[in-house]
C-alpha cells in the first residue's frame, strides 16, 4: 500500500489546465456522500486492494468480474463490471493523487473510446468513529450519463457499507 501523501489535487489540477475556468462548462460534476461505520483505514483498503473491490464494487445487480489495481500515482486500474443482461463494461483510469487512508483522485474511462472523467473520494473520520465517504466525480458530459453515474455511486457505497461491516 503507498504510504506517502503525492502531489495535491490542486497542484494536479493546474498542471493539467484543470482550474473552474479552464474547465468546459457543458461538463457536469456530482457529488454522493455515505457515512459507513468503519475507519478510513479500512476503507481506503476496501477501495484499492482487488480482491476486496471484487466483493463490492458496482450498484444492486451488477456483478466485478474482474479487477486490477497499481496502487501509485500514474499507476492504472481496471475493473470489468457484468450487468445483469450478460453485458460487460470496463471501467479504466490511472491514479493521479493517493493520500492513504485520506484520498483518492484517478481518471475514470467506460470504454476505449469515452471521455476521460474525473474521480475524487475522500474518507474524512467522523467525531463518533465513522467514516463520511464523499465521491466527487467531475466532467461528466451529459444529465443522462451523470444520472447513471449517481445511482452507480449510490449503490457502490451501499455495497461498500454492507462489505465493511
Known sequence: MCRTRTRDHADYRQQNKLEPSRLDHKR????VTKIISASPERLFAAWTEPEQLKQWWGPESVTCIEAEVDLRVGGYYRI?????D???VWITGRFH???PPRKLVYSWQ??????EELVTVSFEPTLDGQTKVTVLHERIPDEPTRARHQLGWIGCLGKLSSHVK
Not at 457536469?28 to 457529488?31: A, G, I, Q, Y
Not at 470489468?80 to 445483469?84: E, Q, S
Open 80 to 84: 470489468g463490471n457484468r450487468f445483469p
Open 86 to 88: 450478460g453485458s460487460l
Open 97 to 99: 493523487l493517493i493520500d
Open 110 to 115: 467506460v470504454g476505449a473510446n469515452a471521455d
Open 28 to 31: 457536469m460534476n456530482l457529488v
